[in-house]
């Protein structure tokens, strides 16, 4: 069997990170022993969340170790097991990503039906990814028939799937914002009642002239200028969930926004912090409506797949800076 190559951390960035906080290793390819499974990856994810694990500090799931191999979500193709109830050629999903061949406990991984929904699929719509927008919306902000939805960086993998959910589900308005105009058109494509590009703007003013009646649902993926401008924008008793605040995971200043968090007391708003791995009750409720939504045709999802595993790092990179149409994955 071949090498596996696999990406490590070099270092801890400060402030955005570059190539060189990476390293491409080539190791051994491991031999499952007891209860393992051997898994040639075929697509990993790069995902928002990982750049909070770079840094050193107490988190909600620990910090990569330097000089070792980054994880994530992975789907890829069983070669060797020696686990009861999966077998050499099964498909499986596993958060073991970064590397070539990954050695997965075979209770951390999750069979999948290729013949269902495409690889990719796993990951980001019928995967974390969609988990994420569905339970965000629909528990955790408790979005009803007639709400007006504002989703900030609307045209990445979460937030391009939580407008579409939020039409299927009857808002009765939704915005979203992005970073290019080609994205704002793409929102547009998606069913999105307005869109707009925070580049253009204040983005309290581009988000007032977009929801003059206010909005009641908030679906955060950006923080700063955005949480500060949908606070202010909300009706009473709005509701906001709080994803992600990628406005500042690269930032090494404090952030200078929202400066208006006076305002949920007289509102009586409700912001809630959320992350997805608390929602695995509605797993199975999302896989059926989501799948079913996939199959007639009603919800579009994108991809930005970056090919081979030495160029994760530049997908990662390019994730933060807002280059791919949905989800980024690579090709391993």
């Known amino acids: 069997m071949s090498t596996n190559r696999e990406i490590h951390l070099a270092s801890r960035p400060q402030g955005w990170p570059t190539a ?3 390293r ?6 491991p031999t499952p022993g007891p209860g393992q499974i051997l898994v040639r990856n075929q697509f990993m994810s790069v995902d ?3 750049r909070g694990r770079m840094n050193d500090v107490e988190s909600y799931v620990p910090p990569f170790a330097l000089d070792a191999p ?6 890829g193709e069983v070669v060797a097991s020696e686990a009861d109830g999966i077998t050499v050629g099964d498909t499986v999903l596993h958060g073991l990503g970064w590397r070539e061949y990954a050695l997965v406990d075979a209770r951390a991984a999750r069979p999948v039906d290729p013949t269902v929904a495409p690889l990719t699929a796993y990951l980001g719509v019928l995967g974390m990814t969609g988990l994420t927008a569905y339970a965000g919306l629909l528990d955790v902000a408790a979005m009803k028939p007639g709400d007006t939805v504002f989703v900030s960086g609307a045209a990445g993998a979460v937030g391009s799937m939580v407008g579409q959910i939020a039409k299927l589900s009857g808002a009765a308005r939704v915005i979203g914002s992005a970073g290019s105009p080609a994205k704002v058109e793409r929102l ?3 069913g999105f009642d307005a869109a707009f590009d925070y580049h253009d703007g204040p983005v309290r003013d581009l988000l007032r002239a977009a929801a003059p009646d206010g909005i009641d649902v908030y679906f955060d993926n950006v923080g700063g200028e955005h949480l500060e ?5 909300m009706n009473l008793h709005g509701r ?7 406005a500042q995971y690269n930032s090494t200043e404090p952030p200078a926004a929202p400066r208006n968090l006076a305002l949920v007391i007289g509102k ?5 912090g959320f992350l997805v791995g608390d929602h695995g009750h509605l797993r199975d409720t999302f896989v059926a409506d989501v799948a079913g939504w996939l199959r007639e045709g009603r919800i579009s999802h994108d991809e930005t797949v970056v090919e081979g595993i030495e160029n994760a790092p530049d997908a990662f990179l390019g994730m933060l800076r807002g280059e791919n149409l949905g989800k980024m994955l690579v090709q391993v």
């Open 229 to 233: 401008a949908a606070i202010g924008a």
């Open 188 to 190: 547009r494509a998606l």
């Open 48 to 50: 928002p969340y990982m």
């Open 268 to 272: 009586r708003l409700t912001l809630r």
């Open 24 to 29: 491409l290793v080539e190791t051994e390819v």
């Open 70 to 75: 980054l994880d994530g979500g992975a789907v």
């Open 240 to 246: 906001a969930a709080i994803c992600g605040m990628i």
């Open 20 to 22: 060189d906080n990476f």
